[in-house]
């Protein structure tokens, strides 16, 4: 526990003298949201119908954008080679960098998200679906696209086989996800969706770590 | 200490080590010469179990690698070609990190170890912009840290200065003579003080 604690606080500061990280995936976010309605149509009653849809589809590519880079820097530098010639457990190490990729990311489109809903004209019985959506489905997000950045991180140009390795992995958080939004913005009980997204986080909580870790062994050894 | 058996790594259809066997004992330093390309990192690599591309033994202590890993990592101090040093945190954050990744190097001494490499008054400068040579210093203070018993450095003394090179030389004699041991590669004549090296030829083990 000591050891998780000091491994995300190092990635938080690290994360903190590098703003742009942050900024990069709200800032993609925001983009998809303000461009979209000048793109297709600004009518309200089609906004608010695509809502659900969009604005997830807009989290689930900020998440896929910035999660290349979550083992990169750490490669470049040698400082993954010491990780893992580490006494200590590279699960845990593995599990805060996951956890403070989703505090950059998944965190805060999901607080940043009814800005955007507003924008869509969302019904305001859907808000607190979507909040919660991604709280609950972007986690998932984190943790499968670490799978994927430990897989690439050794090749020069991991960015586009991540996207074709992880994407699949990602459809049935989206489908889930813009499901909930959908279900809450009409008034239905969502508690269902909730549960499968809740469900598809713990089995990637409990499973990815091994993937990651070993993904990373795979990188650095060969 | 550490005994390899049998080596056998193969690079990019070129064999670098067939039927090599090395075995390093307490108190001695091993450095392994070789042109460039003749595998010298590669070989601590493996020793260090960072590379998987061979086939053979490495044992620790007399058990082999893959069962005693944990206790082979709590014992063993490794620095690479890339100092694992971030640019964007100071020298006292990157030493910070490094003592929670590595539980031999001793907590209460950071300030001690920052000036002992000549970085006193540069703790709270972010390291990349300190010099190539500093940044490596801040790599190599973790030896002033260690109570590891086995060192594997990789060109611990590149960028360094002069001066640099002879307080580490002094650093691995007083590592040698309580016990412990180093393997490292460098092009530079070694000379530890009381001390003699054992060279190991890495272009006499390559079959040509």
């Not at chain 1, 505090?103 to 969302?122: K, Q």
């Not at chain 1, 020069?156 to 809450?184: E, H, N, W």
């Not at chain 2, 550490?2 to 259809?13: A, G, H, P, S």
């Amino acid at each position: 526990m000591r050891f998780f604690i000091a491994a995300l606080k190092r990635d938080l500061l690290l994360v903190f003298r590098h703003r742009n990280d942050i900024i990069n995936p709200l800032a993609f976010f925001m983009m998809v949201a303000v461009l979209f309605p000048l793109g297709v149509s600004p009518d309200p009653t089609f906004l608010s119908e695509v809502a659900a849809g969009v604005i997830w589809v807009a989290a689930l590519l900020a998440c896929l954008l910035s999660v290349d880079g979550i083992f990169r820097g750490d490669y470049e530098d040698g400082s993954l080679e010491q990780m893992l010639v580490s006494s200590e457990s590279l699960l845990v190490l593995v599990l805060a960098k996951v956890l403070s990729h989703w505090l950059i990311s998944g965190f805060c489109l999901a607080i940043i998200s009814p800005l955007v809903a507003m924008m869509f004209f969302l019904p305001e019985q859907g808000y607190p679906a979507l909040i919660l959506s991604l709280l609950l489905g972007t986690p998932t997000l984190s943790l499968m696209g670490a799978i994927g950045a430990g897989l690439t991180v050794g090749l020069r140009k991991g960015g586009v086989l991540i996207s074709l390795l992880v994407l699949p992995l990602y459809i049935p958080v989206l489908i889930f996800g813009a499901g909930t939004v959908q279900a809450g913005a009409m008034g239905l009980p969502i508690q269902g969706y909730l549960a499968l997204l809740g469900a598809i986080l713990v089995l990637s909580l409990m499973l990815a770590p091994f993937a990651i870790a070993a993904a990373l062994k795979i990188s650095v050894r060969s | 200490m550490l005994e390899v058996k049998n080596l056998f790594c193969e690079r990019d259809e070129r064999v670098l080590f067939a039927d090599f066997s090395l075995q390093i004992n307490a108190a001695e330093v091993v450095q392994i010469i070789g042109q460039n390309g003749s595998g010298k990192t590669t070989l601590l690599r493996i020793l260090c179990g960072l590379s998987d591309a061979y086939t053979g033994n490495i044992l620790w202590q007399g058990i082999d690698l893959d069962e005693v890993r944990e206790e082979y990592y709590q014992a063993m101090l490794f620095v690479g070609h890339l100092a694992g040093v971030k640019g964007s945190l100071t020298a006292e954050e990157n030493l910070h990190w490094m003592m929670q990744l590595d539980k031999s190097l001793d907590k209460c001494s950071i300030a001690e170890a920052l000036k002992q490499v000549g970085l006193f008054g540069f703790e709270d400068v972010p390291c990349h912009s300190l010099s190539a040579g500093q940044q490596r210093r801040v790599g190599l203070a973790r030896l002033y840290l260690s109570s590891a018993p086995l060192w594997i450095l990789d060109e611990p003394f590149t960028a360094l200065d002069k001066k640099g090179v002879k307080e580490k030389e002094a650093l691995i004699a007083n590592h040698i003579h309580k016990g412990g041991s180093v393997i490292l590669t460098t092009h530079h004549d070694l000379m530890i003080p009381g001390q003699t090296v054992r060279p190991i030829n890495l272009d006499e083990v390559a079959v040509a």
